[in-house]
């Protein structure tokens, strides 16, 4: 791959203070830009986007979305995937404390609460949720997208989740695989076109319940009381903007109570889901023993330790709001992680560079909320499928440029 041109970048009008939260961030539109090279000034534009050129002659970056609601396991997930890129993700050096956004060397997660146009207050006096579309700039984050897509680099702007105010914003450079996460990623269909892959985690609502107490109560000392409330005031919305947002995943990681243990009301035993959309270019669903097959598989026995309930596996081809898919599932939870080796080597297509290596990875993060289940296996095999899918990407732009943006 080309080495990137670097370029710095200077808003004309913009300060960088991060002290000085600004209450509202509006003319951010109008802003001045001006382009600079490590050189000197090259040149300046006012566009509406506020973009800074930042790489040149450098292969498209990879956008991949990730959807969910809040407390749904996104951070969890981005962990696993920056992992498999390998490299820590950490906030902009230097930058706001509070900012949203973690870089790793070949990833950058952008977090699309930043989108919000609407701040806590202004939420409040308008009476909306910031799951509704009201409350966020749907232009803005096309733009932007689309611009680092590119490979230009852009001026975001940051929701400040401990103030509830719109910071100034941060600039981000255009990486190799850019992740847009959060409620939205798929449901403007312009920002949707710009996705190279999306993925949906689809949190059943009892599931969803039992983590935002273990989180809320747990570690952020609300009470009961005030996370159902919260819950029953979003679901609406959730139903409206959010959960439609599924039907254009090419993979959706589903969350739901068990099913082998008859009326379970725990929460702690999970069936989980991972449905693959068939014909999605440079991603071919993973299977279990047979592509194509349908198949029941119940691996504990002599090569698996299981207690009670025990682990089930079904796998099979199947249809999801009208596409052809493949579903694998995992019903139970594992004893041992060790063993998950004799999982890894019933299924194929999974991607991953050497023998062990979903294992590997599992053992690496036992310690990551749902590394013993479903949730924790799925995103590491999705994980895994990403970093093919953006190797076949660039390997593929190495032998004929790709059409600049699908918009
Ligand atoms: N796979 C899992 N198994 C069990 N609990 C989980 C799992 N994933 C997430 N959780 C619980 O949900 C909480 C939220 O997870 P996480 O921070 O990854 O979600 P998020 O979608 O990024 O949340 P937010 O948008 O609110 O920051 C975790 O602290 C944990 O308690
Ligand atoms: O759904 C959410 C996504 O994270 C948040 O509730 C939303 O971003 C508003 O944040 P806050 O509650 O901190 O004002």
Redesign the pocket.
Known sequence: MAVSTVYTAQSVNSTRSISKPAKTYLGFHQKQVVFYRRTGKIGSSSSGSCVIACRAGDSHTVVIGLA???????????RRLTSVFGGAAEPPKGGNPDSNTLISDMTTVICLDDYHSLDRTGRKEKGVTALDPRANDFDLMYEQVKALKKGVAVDKPIYNHVTGLLDPPELIKPPKILVI??LHPMYDERVRDLLDFSIY?DISSEVKFA??I??DMA?RGHSLESIKASIEARKPDFDAYIDPQKQYADAVIE?LPTQLIPDDNEGKV?RVRLIMKEGVEHFSPVYLFDEGSTISWIPCGRKLTCSYPGIKFHYGPDSYFGNEVSILEMDGQFDRLDELIYIESHLSNLSTKFYGEVTQQMLKHAD???SN?G??LF?TIVGLKIRDLYEQITSSETAAPREATKA
């Open positions: 969910a609601d809040s407390g749904c396991g996104k951070s969890t997930f981005m996460e959060g985690l983590w935002k273990q989180r570690e969350v999970l990551f909320p749902g289940n949730t924790g995103q």
